[in-house]
């Protein structure tokens, strides 16, 4: 339990302060806002993909070959991460901020909450986040008994480093997106949304479609073999999801509550994993994959209502800028 209170602080780090540091930085030295995009993408393919793609294999190694048992990938990760402790330790610099924006965790949060309610933006894209990330982290738990209900023999190891392959691409495929500026991310984030739906329906389509095989301890089955290419495509969908909605959350957070409202976002997500994984043995695991699905789809129609509202948004703001033009004593719009 000790372990899982410092996993969730250690997860909302990860995946607020750096990426809040990293846009304020980029923003402060003057580059190029293309660059950013650039920068995610790098980030997923190297830092999430290969790196994950060795520590699968290495964890294979360990249980597998060198017959150490279930637990020495574990024990492995503790080495590591007490390495990535002395490394931060000697060579990192802190930043402090500024010191007069510095302000207590109540008020973070109210600004946090009052930024939510008061742009739609904000909002929509906090509840693709979440239904996104829950169905992703819900599918980690249950990708193991879906491709294997009676205990068949397969390679978890390098069953995940193919996943992790399949999200290299996909956040390749998302780096080439991103660099075409004809293209919106709110745009094909919608198709994104869609194939990942479709992806999880495929466990209740199998169960339906696909005879269940009775063999105990054997090799895959066919379901689980149709099963796995449908995981390695929503794994491509994770890779291109992570630097798109990096890259969205850079152009509509605001900059000085953006950790304290990514962390907001992450509420939601943690509960429906919760309820989720409670709830676990009580419905079948077609039953986990269907209500992902439909989360996904509802992510769908949510980016495109995002797309809708960004749009009427830049029109007004180019409205604006144009009566601004012609009248400097006109006033603002309300946008």
């Known amino acids: 339990m000790l372990g899982r209170i410092l996993g969730g602080i250690a997860t909302s780090l990860l995946f607020s302060a750096f990426e809040s540091w990293l846009v304020a930085e980029h923003n402060k030295r003057g580059f190029e806002p293309q660059w950013l995009s650039l920068t995610f993408s790098k980030a997923i393919f190297l830092g999430n993909g290969l790196v994950a793609i060795v520590a699968g294999l290495f964890a294979n190694m360990l249980m597998d070959n060198l017959g150490f048992g279930p637990v020495a990938p574990f024990d492995a990760a503790a080495c590591f991460l007490a390495i990535g402790m002395a490394i931060i330790l000697s060579t990192w610099t802190e930043n402090f901020g500024d010191p007069s924006e510095n302000k207590d965790l109540v008020t973070q949060f109210k600004g946090a909450a009052l930024a939510i309610a008061s742009d739609e933006k904000i909002a929509l894209l906090g509840a693709i986040q979440s239904l996104f990330e829950g169905s992703m982290y819900t599918f980690v738990f249950l990708w ?79 379901a689980g073999c149709i099963q796995l290419l449908g995981f390695c495509t929503f794994e491509a969908c994770v890779g291109i999801f992570w630097p798109s909605i990096m890259k969205m959350r850079s152009q509509y957070i605001p900059e000085e509550a953006r950790s304290t409202i990514m962390n907001f976002f992450r509420i939601p997500l943690n509960i429906f994993v919760c309820i989720v994984l409670y709830n676990v043995n009580v419905f079948p695991i077609a039953i986990m994959f269907g209500m992902c699905s439909i989360f996904l789809f509802m992510a769908s129609v949510l980016q495109r209502r995002l797309m809708v509202v960004a749009d009427i948004h830049k029109s007004k703001s180019q409205d604006w800028t144009s009566l601004k033009e012609r009248d400097p004593e006109q006033e603002p719009l309300s946008i």
């Open 144 to 222: 193991i008994p879906a491709l294997s209900p009676n205990n068949e023999d397969i390679p978890h190891g390098f069953i995940f480093a193919t996943f992790m392959l399949s999200s290299m691409l996909g956040s390749s495929i998302a780096s080439r997106l991103m660099s075409h500026a004809s293209l919106k991310v709110e745009s094909y984030m919608q198709i994104v949304f869609a194939i990942s739906a479709f992806t999880l329906l495929l466990p209740v389509l199998t169960t339906f479609l696909v005879p269940p095989s009775s063999e105990k301890n054997g090799s895959i089955s066919l």
